[in-house]
């Protein structure tokens, strides 16, 4: 476990996970407008250590090559069933009013093909 929390165990790097899994975002910029507000420093820090611990790569923008896409690699997206029972857990105990409850829905209605779909597939 010490490996897992060492690796991916704080607030905004499970937060830069949700965002490419949940919300489709790639870019600098687009993790930026997430609603929590990461600070820049501590989003570029997340990054680059998601990048050399291999759960996520980066590459050149192909439509503006001065800008990066992040991608989660096979071991970001084993992460999965992790961010999918953090949600439950969540959905189960978070009573504020801002709590998105639709996503916790789809899973309860059919975790399988909500796990593929965090996958990509």
Not at 17 to 26: A, Q
Not at 32 to 44: C, F, K, M, S
Not at 61 to 85: C, H, M, Q, W
Request: hydrophobic residues 35%.
């Amino acid at each position: 476990m010490a490996f897992g929390l060492d690796t991916f165990g704080d607030r905004w790097t499970l937060l830069v996970i949700r965002e490419i899994m949940l919300g489709g975002k790639r870019t600098y910029s687009e993790f930026l407008q997430a609603e929590e507000g990461i600070a820049t420093n501590i989003l570029i820090d997340r990054l680059k250590h998601l990048e050399s611990n291999g759960i996520v790569e980066k590459k050149r923008d192909p439509e503006n090559r001065r800008s990066f896409v992040y991608n989660l690699t096979d071991k970001g997206y084993d992460l999965a069933p992790i961010l999918i029972e953090l949600i439950i857990w969540s959905g189960k105990h978070d009573d504020r009013e801002n709590a998105k409850r639709d996503v916790l829905e789809e899973i309860q209605r059919d975790r399988t093909s909500f796990e593929m779909k965090l996958r990509g597939k």
